[in-house]
């Protein structure tokens, strides 16, 4: 048995998804940037698209925007949203994706910001109240927060932190690239200017996501050299990929409750079985499913000789996941998420992912693949 517990990395493509991405590369191959007829034709099929996103996120096409994936997207909203709106603080987390933090931090480096780190509880959640007193005692400030943690799963009270943002006159991006497709997001209601997506951690193609940017806000290409996306960015659109986006949305949306209710049951049987089999066995971040992204669970083991090849050993048995150890050294290179939270460098970590596709059979299977490994005795 081959069993793939690494859906945050990126997830099987829907079949459906395939499908219509097939149809389009057969038949659909004008450029849509063409006035004849065959460009016109593979035009309508990127509007569709856009209007099917922006649909489904209650919100505007004109607000949404083609790219390259998530990484893309979130440099897009941070330098643009930045430099374009002329603001000098940025404030966000120790825990971000290294698409923002890495970003912000290189922008810091070149003098063109400066940096403030909200605080975290044990557990990394952000510390909204620390987050109120730095935008209380600093200049107007871009906010960047993701949804949910890829590593920890933990969630971000998005409502909450938009309206904070919203009541100091804040710029506030989301990172939702672990949330989209699994939570519905009513952009009409939330207080936030940018989100982002990436098609492929929603049962979509890899190459291709989206920027929303609020209308509120104006702000100019990061990428130039054609008027595409309506001149937002340069570049022939990757037409195939934007309409499998749309399409695993779609699905998404249309089996998101019978997904979420099978996931986490998968997720908290995980818990049950490895708790059970290992007493000293702990989680990383929150797994409240009140407060934890369902699909993302990430298991501290207790430290062992076999700890720098747990995952090395789960592969040769079969079972894809990821993870690692929080960093012992500045050298070190760890996890800057489990470091930031205080996680211990001697317990190995594994983070273990979960999509529609798994089964609770593959739980038992991994569990019994650990004990093995591990050598824990019956």
Do not use: W
Request: hydrophobic share 40%.
């Amino acid at each position: 048995m081959r069993v793939y517990l690494d859906n945050a990395a990126t997830t099987p493509i829907d079949r459906e998804v395939i499908s219509v991405m097939t149809e389009i590369m057969e038949s659909q191959y004008g450029n849509p940037s063409s006035i004849h007829a065959h460009g016109r034709e593979v035009r309508t099929v990127v509007e569709n698209a856009r209007k099917t996103v922006a649909k489904l996120l209650h919100t505007s096409p004109a607000e949404i925007f083609f790219t390259s994936g998530g990484t893309e997207a979130d440099n897009m909203a941070i330098r643009c949203g930045m430099s374009d709106l002329g603001i000098k603080h940025a404030i966000t987390s120790k825990i971000e994706h290294h698409a923002v933090l890495h970003t912000l931090e290189v922008m810091e480096k070149q003098g063109l910001i400066s940096l403030s780190f909200v605080n975290l509880d044990e557990n990394g959640h952000a510390d909204l109240d620390h987050l109120e007193e730095l935008l209380k005692n600093n200049e107007r400030s871009f906010v960047s927060l993701m949804h949910a943690n890829n590593e920890l799963g933990n969630l971000l009270d998005i409502e909450k932190a938009g309206e904070i943002c919203e009541r100091y006159n804040a710029i506030f991006h989301c990172d939702t690239v672990q949330t989209m497709g699994h939570y519905a997001h009513d952009l009409s209601k939330l207080k936030v200017h940018f989100i982002t997506c990436a098609a492929h951690k929603l049962h979509g193609p890899k190459g291709v996501g989206f920027l929303y940017v609020n209308h509120d806000i104006k702000i100019c290409p990061m990428i130039y050299g054609g008027a595409q996306e309506r001149n937002m960015r340069g570049g022939t659109e990757n037409v195939y990929g934007i309409a499998g986006l749309a399409k695993a949305l779609e699905l998404a949306y249309e089996q998101m409750d019978e997904h979420q209710q099978h996931i986490q049951g998968l997720k908290s049987y995980m818990i049950e079985r490895l708790t059970e089999q290992f007493p000293e066995i702990g989680f990383n971040g929150d797994t409240d499913p009140a407060k934890s992204l369902y699909t993302v669970l990430n298991v501290s083991f207790p430290e062992t000789e076999m700890g720098e090849m747990l995952l090395f050993s789960l592969d040769i048995a079969g079972i894809s996941a990821s993870g690692g150890s929080a960093c012992s050294s500045g050298s070190n290179v760890g996890s800057h998420v489990l470091t930031a939270i205080k996680a211990s460098p001697a317990r190995p970590s594994v983070r273990f992912s979960f999509s529609k596709y798994n089964t609770k059979e593959e739980i038992d299977f991994v569990v019994e693949k650990l004990k093995e490994v591990l050598m824990v005795k019956a």
